[in-house]
């Protein structure tokens, strides 16, 4: 079986900026996969070009088996696209909002009713359709949202930034959709995100950095490939305490941001013995297990948001 999105040695200019830069990954189907990375990333230039609304420059995109620039409808008619930014029409209800959607993919009578049924039911906004967009809160109006790119019954589902103005309950609740939507009709779904937590919920992730993918595996996998603790040391001379270090035991820490870096499985005892060592030039210590901004800063050298 193809897979859901192959990607092979995109990249994408804005005059002089390298938005992306010769990406290559692939999602099989029926998986839940993350873009991670912070803005500026390339995340949202990565989802124009998987949902159509942007050339290929260079390189391949095939969606669903189909090239994205020779096949551009067999694509668009496949996929379901809720954006960053909302779509709904305020004045209208969700069952005209609905409609309306239907209606743009050639749908009407008892099919588009039919479908709009079905949908509704199955995210929770039976009792809602009625209601006003305007008078719905956020979570409510981002099912509405997923409802409208699901009306046509696509293979693949694109969401971009989807937990955005949501409070962590509604964030919940649509990440117990979207499992669902995987699990009971077999969608495959693209997120992209800035958010850890929401990255930790997908199947499997890319963390993406000034348009180059960095990282690609299950948050697992990804944590694991950093390796036992994670020790950020404050210090008032970053490079004379380094050197310290490196000289007393034979380590090489990283600078990120200020702070001293140092990746050990033994970094509870390390801890202890560069405290016990250095006393009077550690402000702070801090022992953590490996998280995914260890591994961004593992792969890039700074932080997630050092821009």
Known sequence: MTAAIAVSGLSHRYGDRLALDD??????????????????????TLFRILSTLLPVQSGAVHVLGHDVVAEQHDVRRRIGVTFQSPSLDAKLTVRENLLHQAHLYGLAGREAAGRIAGLVEQLGLADRTG????????????????????????????????????????????WVLLRRL??????????????????ERCDRLGILD??????????????????????????????????????????????????????????????????AAFPDRVTSIVLGKPTLEDVFIARTGHRFWAE
Do not use: W, Y
């Open 182 to 199: 995987r699990d009971d009709r077999g969608v495959t779904v693209l997120v992209t995100t800035h958010l850890m937590e929401e990255a």
């Open 131 to 174: 209601d006003r967009a305007e008078s719905l809160s956020g979570g409510l109006q981002r099912r509405v949202e997923i409802a409208k790119g699901l009306l046509h019954d696509p293979e693949l589902l694109l969401l971009d930034e989807p937990s955005t103005g949501l409070d962590p309950g509604a964030r919940h609740d649509l």
């Open 210 to 275: 000034h348009g180059r993918l960095v990282a690609e595996g299950t948050p697992d996998e990804l944590r694991a490939s950093v390796g036992g603790d994670c020790l950020t040391i404050d210090t008032p001379d970053t490079t004379a305490l380094a050197a310290a270090i490196g000289e007393r035991f034979g380590i090489e820490p990283s600078v990120v941001d200020g702070q001293l870096r140092i990746e050990r499985e033994d970094g509870h005892e390390l801890l202890r013995d560069v405290v």
């Open 23 to 44: 990406l290559g990954f692939e999602v099989p189907r029926g998986e839940v996969f993350g873009l991670l990375g912070p803005n500026g990333g390339g995340k949202t």
